[in-house]
Nanobody, 122 residues
Framework: QVQLVESGGGLVQAGGSLRLSCAASGRPFSRYAMAWFRKAPRKDRELVATISWRGGLTYYSDSVTARFTISRDNAANTVHLEMNRLKPEDTAVYYC???????????????WGQGTQVTVSS
């Protein structure tokens, strides 16, 4: 049974930083691509960042490029999202996601964590 547990959210002032973590369990972590999404009130869910199963390829949405960094620690079965120069528009619930299919980066996101709230005050 795949489980994803996010942590690290909180309240921060604009310009500040937060580091989100997602602990994965239930299967060999290193075989799977991982992603972070976010959902803000009255907005559609947004794909924020992805990291390939090998860890060498990353993707970022235009809204976070050059401010956020996704990384993975296969030894700890964890994916991180380092968020710098935060803006009020980054306020959202952030979700970790994982696919069903291993050894590929062309995936659908089938498993989701419970989310962690990030609030950025102006």
């Amino acid at each position: 049974q795949v489980q994803l547990v996010e942590s690290g959210g909180g309240l921060v002032q604009a310009g500040g930083s937060l580091r989100l973590s997602c602990a994965a369990s239930g299967r060999p972590f290193s075989r799977y691509a991982m992603a972070w999404f976010r959902k803000a009130p009255r907005k559609d869910r947004e794909l924020v960042a992805t990291i390939s199963w090998r860890g060498g390829l990353t993707y970022y949405s235009d809204s976070v490029t050059a401010r956020f960094t996704i990384s993975r620690d296969n030894a700890a079965n964890t994916v991180h999202l380092e968020m710098n120069r935060l803006k009020p528009e980054d306020t959202a619930v952030y979700y970790c996601a994982a696919p069903d299919s291993p050894y590929t980066d062309f995936v659908e996101w089938n498993y989701w964590g419970q989310g962690t709230q990030v609030t950025v005050s102006s």
